[in-house]
């Protein structure tokens, strides 16, 4: 101690230089304290080194938190960075700098604890400090780790900030830090009454926060703001555990605990008066265990009945942390109408993830919808030009490595591929099977499997992915419930141009005319000098081309394998027939049910998307029973066969 | 009217004849009979491929007669093999848990045998207790009754519905291929009672003849299944031979006729059905404990269209045609992909066959529709008329 | 005259379009009756109807003596009250023999177990002979049916409504695509037949329905436009109007 006066006495008056600094001066005084700070005591430091209202404060805090500040051979306090051998020195208030060996420097090196409290103090000047993001990143610090101290500066900082988005943030927080921290009730009630209509997730963090609560037993109702009053039947065995380690209560004797005693206590060929062969039944164990207790060879026995009874000689209790009931009460209420928002949006963004889904299953089907509704042809390779639709992409991918323009050109290029495909199998196998749909079905189950195999063969059975440009990744957030990535947003918009493309194809272009008037009258639509033969392989290639984009669209969410295909063949096919065949708006109506239906069994039982599927899959077989043509079917001799 | 029968379906004999004289030379050259010249795990491919063979036949007689183009027949084989496969595991397991617990000084109760025996089971999927659908699985008799009640029911409560709303053609076959989905996608799950996609194993040990080597089970199962088969062909040929298969088969050409004739198609088609259907888990049930493993994965959609393809290479509307194709493609399918066939060295690539067979099988399956859509079987008819 | 089946004011609409327009029909226990109209008239829908393949928006179909209302059952309960249908396409088994085809439409129990459990008998066979006799096709027995020459399966199409032992017979268009001496014995065969029940014949051919000799209701755009003997119905001017004058123009 002495030898620390006299250094203090040196520096204060021999050895600091000439032109003391106000600051310098100021910390010779708690020399001590700035050397070796420990977290309980450097709270009087910084009170002092705050009231000074120094203009170095801040700066000074900041490096010394951030251990760049040593002390000199004569205890002279200055920043300084190490260069080898030498420190370049800076002087604490004039910020003059030399450079000089670090001999006789020791480094400033505050613990963890210490840290914190010169950050929360540095929080106030920080929330002034004339650069936008240093105050940002203040109220950033204050909201991940809130503290009633901070909430003053908070208040004194919001009145002169400049910037306007800033000031919404701050008042926010402060409104969050009144309702956990505010020095009167009421204050606290209005900022919790304010927080009734905030969805986000931090409002009800806060919420939840103040309604933070301690479960416990007692022999009888204790004191303070009982949240709730338990009741002990509704789960016996936890809560007798509970009542067992408050010390209230034996433990509960387990079948395990029975046959151990028994085993150690065999006394010939009989345990407590029970011969062994007996044993094989509780209840026999019982007795035997209960004729050992009464020896004392073991603890007493404790069944169901006698911890049934131990459960009704206690309350079982919920207490807050929170003394004020009426802060409670109004925590409470505003958490349950926020609750009931959040019930809300979250019914929204179930109804966006049913859009999204809905829109993928629209252009997986629709391509299917074409071949199948208006030709009556059913294909089951569709999700095989899905999957080479998705490979396309993959492919272009390699070529070019900008992914923006890769899936400009992907797309019509793979239009393009499953076009010509499509074509190709019909020329090849479908022309020869129609008005044979179950044989067709067959070869295109063939032509299914090979494909597969041979993508296996080609790309191997990894997984490939397909690079979705930088613009969409990320989400549009609405609110911390509601938000949809940019992808999903994109295939909705994508699924709205091909209804639209398709129905203007179908209705307003002399294809389409061609095709209605084949799928009508094939025989009348030849006299006419329509060639069904062209016409048939144009709309097969025309489904097929459509399976194809539609699976550049599904490689870039999902990823790109032999199989996917096969993943969405049995939906694809489902949202055809529940929509009513050979009708575009059909095939929307039932790319909807379905994609809102999984979306809504899916929530029911969150954990278990194999369940969810199987369910929907029984809901459509069942749906099938009371609408045979689907939603929106055909009526008179057009669906007589 | 039984000898009008055979007289009039000489093929029945032929096949039984035929039948009759392969199980008799793979007994005598199995294992089983000290000559050895057919290996134990060839007997139960051979006995596996009989089992294929029924439910072809079954697959053969809903579809190739009756029109039905049926993509859930090999979930009703799956769910005998579960059926059967749930017996052999509890029943197994029961007696490793018994022996491990005889050697305890204290008697168990008969919930400590319980626990240990669904912690043995259930334990892969994180689970001791035993589902309700176990309930039967301790009793043999009651087991092998599941596996021709479950079936049927399904398929007859599958059936009345999809039949009453005149579901037809290939809307009937998304429906069966979306009702056999289902059922795997059930299976794969861990909580459905039956192990998830770690399905039921060691089916291969049948409780009781622990000591009984396998050489001997296998041939057993062989016959069974040769014995199954028989009488499966038999029955079907019976069926399809008299004014029933007239009436089948007209539902296929032309349902509204058979309707118009008086008949209650629904009621036909819910037979035919729900009968081939039990005959498939049947199949089932014989033929998991000679592959001894079964997981959902073998119910899964693919399985039933590749029955289908089966079916179809083999000739569809002739039974034996259907046991053809089962035999012919399903060996050939494990000759290719294990490894038996000679790669093929083109000098810029070799075809490799275990990538390749499905290629193949999928090109000469269009093949076969486009050009030979009386398959195999087709072929023996052309040969037979010939002279 | 006590009916067979009365149709009254039966309607039925597809999208809008009216294919059946309030309309009434009777036929007595053995008549021979020819059903004449342009295309769209509501001949087929007509006869959909009484099977029970389309059921109608209004209106009531009464069945024989007990009065049975058809709207309630089932083409195949339909068709064992005792109505046969023809189709305008033959629509035969062709992969089954002429035998098998006759066998299968046998008034016999229908039910699929008795089916299974079938027994040929000698009663059976007469009765096989004896219409394959009535129908010509004696000599084709053990003939497929799809070898058979277009008339001959239409011959074996009325031949199995007939072995049906039906007591109304309904018959779309029978004589279309066959030769002058086939359709002789088409009209020799359903007038023959309708002496023991009703023959109800859908026909486009004025030739045809001029040798059956028999009542004709006109059909048009829904209902019944005239009804009573081929010239009695061909000199009404309404008829020549909307049909034989368009037909014949």
Not at chain 1, 36 to 49: A, E, I, N, Q, Y
Not at chain 2, 118 to 145: C, H, M, R, T
Not at chain 2, 218 to 227: E, K, P, R, T, Y
Request: include cysteine; hydrophobic fraction near 50%.
């Amino acid at each position: 101690m002495r030898f620390f006066l006299l250094v203090l006495f040196l520096s204060v008056t021999a050895l600091v230089p000439a032109r003391a600094g106000e600051l310098q001066d100021l910390l010779q005084i708690h020399a001590e304290e700035v050397a070796k700070p420990s977290r309980r005591s450097v709270g009087m430091l910084l009170d002092d080194l705050v009231a000074s209202g120094l203009p170095q404060v801040p700066r000074f805090l900041e490096r010394w938190a951030g251990r760049e500040v040593w002390q000199g051979p004569e205890g002279a306090f200055v920043f300084a960075e190490e260069d080898g051998d030498s420190l370049i020195l800076e002087d604490i208030d004039d910020g003059t700098t030399q450079t000089v060996p670090d001999d006789g420097y020791t480094q400033l090196r505050p613990n963890g604890g210490v840290r914190r409290v010169i950050g929360s103090a540095l929080v106030q000047f920080q929330l002034a400090d004339p650069e936008i993001s240093r105050r940002m990143a203040a109220v950033e610090s204050i909201a991940r780790r809130p503290a009633a101290d901070q909430l003053a500066p908070l208040l004194a900082s919001i009145e002169d900030e400049p910037d306007p988005a800033l000031k919404v943030r701050k008042t926010q927080l402060a409104n969050f830090l009144t309702a956990r921290f505010g020095e009167t009730a009421e204050a606290r009630i209005a900022a919790i009454s304010s927080l009734s209509s905030d969805t986000s997730v931090e409002a009800r963090s806060v919420l939840n926060q103040i309604l933070s609560r301690d479960e416990g037993v007692a022999p009888s109702e204790p004191e303070g703001n009982i949240a709730q009053i338990l009741d002990p039947m509704l789960a016996p065995a936890a809560y007798y555990a509970q009542l067992v380690d408050a010390g209230f209560a034996p433990m509960q004797t387990t079948p395990a605990m029975i046959r151990a005693a028994l085993e150690a206590n065999i006394d010939g060929g009989t345990v407590g008066g029970v011969p062994l062969a007996q044993l094989n039944t509780d209840a026999a164990r019982e007795r035997a265990y209960a004729a050992l207790a009464r020896e004392g060879l073991a603890p007493p026995l404790v069944i169901v009945e006698t911890r049934d009874h131990a459960l009704g000689a206690y309350v079982f209790y919920e207490l807050y942390d929170e003394k004020d009931p009426a802060i409670t009460d109004a925590a409470a209420a505003a958490l349950a109408s926020v609750e009931s928002r959040v019930a809300l949006e979250q019914a929204a963004d179930l109804a966006l993830d049913g859009l999204s889904l809905a829109s993928i299953y629209f252009l997986a089907a629709i391509g299917l919808a074409i071949t199948f509704g208006v030709m009556g042809v059913i294909n089951m390779a569709h999700g095989e030009f899905i999957m080479m639709g998705a490979y396309t992409g993959y492919v272009v991918q390699l070529f070019i490595p900008d992914y923006t323009l890769s899936i400009i050109v992907a797309l019509p290029l793979a239009f393009a591929v499953t076009f010509g495909a499509g074509v190709t199998m019909e020329r090849l196998v479908i022309r020869h099977l129609y008005h044979r749909p179950l044989e067709t079905l067959l070869a295109t189950f063939g032509i299914s499997i090979a494909l597969q195999q041979l993508a296996k063969n080609i790309f191997g059975t990894q997984a490939r992915p397909l690079t979705s440009p930088d613009w969409l990744d990320g989400a549009w957030v609405i609110s911390d419930v509601i938000q949809i990535s940019y992808i999903r947003i994109a295939i909705f918009v994508l699924a709205l141009l091909f209804l639209a493309l398709i129905l203007c194809v179908l209705k307003r272009t002399r294809l389409g005319l061609e095709v209605r008037a084949v799928t009508q009258n094939p025989g009348m639509a030849a006299s006419m000098g329509i060639n069904p033969d062209r016409i048939n392989m144009l709309t097969f290639g025309l489904g097929s081309g459509v399976a194809g984009i539609a699976g550049v669209a599904i490689g870039l969410y999902a990823k790109v394998t032999s199989e996917m295909g096969a993943d969405y063949i049995v939906q694809s096919f489902m949202t055809v027939v529940v929509g009513g065949v050979g009708n575009v708006w059909g095939t929307l109506a039932g790319a909807s049910m379905i994609g809102f239906l999984q979306k809504g069994i899916e929530w029911m039982n969150p954990s278990n998307t194999l369940a969810a599927q199987t369910y929907m899959i029984l809901f459509i077989i069942l749906f099938i029973q009371f609408r045979p043509k689907g939603i929106v079917a055909l009526k008179g001799r057009a669906a007589a066969d | 009217m039984h000898k009008s029968f055979i007289s009039q379906n000489p093929s029945v004999l032929w096949f039984l004849a035929a039948l009759s004289l392969f199980t008799l030379t793979v007994v005598l050259l199995s294992e089983a009979t000290g000559t050895a010249m057919i290996s134990t795990s060839f007997v139960k491919t051979l006995g596996k491929t009989l089992c294929l063979c029924l439910v072809a036949i079954a697959m053969d007689v809903v579809w190739g007669y009756c029109g039905i183009l049926s993509l859930g027949h090999f979930a009703f084989f799956g769910i005998g093999g579960y059926a059967i496969g749930m017996w052999l595991m509890y029943a197994r397991t029961e007696t490793i848990v018994l022996d491990s617990l005889s050697g305890q000084v204290i008697p168990p109760t008969p919930q400590e045998v319980s626990d240990a025996i669904g912690n043995q089971i259930f334990g892969v999927v994180g689970s001791s207790e035993f589902p309700l659908i176990w309930a039967f699985a301790d009793s043999l008799f009651l087991q092998l009754l599941m596996v021709v009640l479950v079936p049927g029911l399904l398929a007859l409560v599958f059936g009345w519905l999809a039949f009453r709303s005149r579901v037809t053609g290939v809307y009937l076959s998304i429906l069966t291929q979306a009702m056999t989905l289902a059922l795997s996608l059930y299976l794969f799950q861990n909580d459905s009672g039956l192990r998830g996609n770690n399905g039921l194993s060691g089916l291969q040990n049948i409780p009781g003849f622990e000591q009984t080597p396998q050489a001997i089970i296998s041939i057993v199962f062989f016959v069974a299944s040769a014995v199954a088969l028989a009488a499966g062909y038999v029955f079907f040929a019976w069926v399809v031979s008299g004014k029933m298969g007239s009436v089948i088969k007209g539902i296929r050409d032309n349902e509204a006729r058979v309707r118009f004739l008086g008949y209650h198609v629904e009621t036909y088609k819910l037979f035919v059905f729900t009968i081939t259907a039990v005959v498939s888990a049947i199949a089932g049930a014989l033929y998991y404990p000679q592959a001894g493993i079964i997981n959902p994965g073998e119910i899964a959609p693919i399985a039933s269209i590749y029955l289908a393809v089966w079916v179809a290479i083999g000739g569809r509307g002739r039974l034996y045609g259907a046991a053809i194709g089962a035999v012919f493609v399903s060996l050939l399918s494990s000759w290719f992909t294990g490894g038996g066939a000679p790669d093929i060295n083109l000098g810029f690539y070799t075809i490799q066959w275990t990538d390749w067979w499905l290629v193949l099988l999928g090109v000469s399956f269009v093949a076969v529709t486009l050009f030979f859509p009386k398959g195999i079987g087709g072929l023996f008819d052309y040969l037979v008329r010939k002279p | 005259m006590a009916m067979l089946l009365e149709v009254s004011g039966v309607s039925v609409t597809f999208d809008g379009f009216r294919a059946i327009n309030n309309l009434s029909i009777n036929f007595a226990e053995a008549e021979l009756r020819a059903i004449i109209g342009p295309n769209g008239a509501g001949k087929t829908t007509f006869m959909d109807i009484v099977t029970g393949k389309t059921k109608p928006d209004t209106g009531k179909v009464i069945w024989g003596e007990k009065n049975i209302s058809l709207l309630g059952l089932s083409e195949s309960q339909i068709a064992r009250e005792g109505i046969g249908r023809k189709f305008q396409k033959p629509t035969v088994f062709e992969a089954q023999t002429v035998r098998q085809n006759l066998a299968m439409a046998l008034e016999n129990p229908r039910g699929p177990f008795a089916v299974l459990t079938h027994k040929k008998t000698a009663r059976n066979a007469a009765r096989i002979e004896a219409i394959a006799e009535e129908i010509g096709l004696i000599d084709s027995l053990t003939r497929v049916a799809g070898e058979l020459s277009h008339g001959q399966k239409q011959w074996l199409e009325i031949g199995m409504l007939l072995a049906q032992e039906p007591r109304l017979l309904l018959v779309d268009e029978p004589a279309a695509g066959m030769t002058v001496e086939e359709r002789e014995k088409t009209t020799d065969i359903l007038r023959k037949a309708a002496k023991t029940r009703a023959v109800v014949v859908v026909e486009h051919d004025m030739e045809f329905v001029r040798r059956l000799d028999c009542k004709v209701t006109v059909l048009h755009e829904g209902a019944v436009l005239a009804e009573g003997s081929l010239d009695h119905v061909t000199s009404d001017q309404t008829v020549i109007d909307v049909y034989l004058g368009r037909g014949h123009a």
